[in-house]
């Protein structure tokens, strides 16, 4: 669990000079894995997996039509697309995109399927300039980390509510990753017995800087904050934006017929989110030491 996360950690200590490279190096390796299929199917309730083996997408059913949340790698759109049509869903339904955070890997797809379906691109409200500028906040000259830049029709940020239909979605801020970083509550039905739902942001260090040049101002602030935050949340089902977040394919693999639905684990959230903390501690740590040594 979270080994892509790790590496991509220790990718934000390697020096601006040999970033480049690497980073090229590092995403041949873990695009084979962001890029493999993965049959799509029915999550819990309403909310079905739409994404690749490593990259999380999803299709939230409505009384009105679909919402879309998050892509993969541009790519990857036409998986994505088919994947919607396996659960026999209509791109062109698609009325709302959501966005968790601004990186290329989950923004890949916007761009086109907006323009396929005019539907509603809705995003945090400090992560508009990073996605209709297709760029990675503090490394915007990164041609690695481009996107294809989309416009934002909404912004939200704390406790704003998305609905269409008879779905509602309730927005929290919870930057750090990103500077908006927005995670999506929702309540769905597991049989008869409601749950709350929580498609988290994101919450590893990745390839962000924390110290000295950091990528933006106030991120360790943010992070601390979200974690407090979210650590706190009662969630019934936790979600992501890679299937390592909540062990999708262990999970996914434990579905049977009259069983519980294995994605239903109150409290997961607190446990994940406090390994996150650990993590961001040790990266922290790592990084001003590494800015020590180097002055």
Sequence with gaps: MRTIAAALCALALIATGAQAETLKDFMAVVMKKWTAPFEPFDLVDNIYYVGTDGIAVY?????????????????????????IAKLGFKEGDIKIILNTHAHLDHTGGFAEIKQETGAQMIAGERDKPLLEGGYYPGDESNADLAFTPVKVDRTVKEGDKVTLGDVTLTAHTTPGHSPGCPSWEMTVKDGSQ???????????????RLVGRPTYAGIIDDYRATFAKVKAMKVDVLLGPHPEVYDMQAKRAEMKDGAPNPFVKSGENATYVAGLEQDFDKQLAKQAAALQKAN
Excluded: E
């Design 194 to 208: 409601p749950r709350n739902v929580l498609f988290f942001c994101s919450g590893t260090v990745a390839l962000n």
């Design 59 to 83: 299709i939230i059913k409505t009384s009105q039509g679909l919402i879309l949340m998050d892509t993969a790698m541009q790519q990857s759109t036409g998986m994505i697309k088919d994947n």
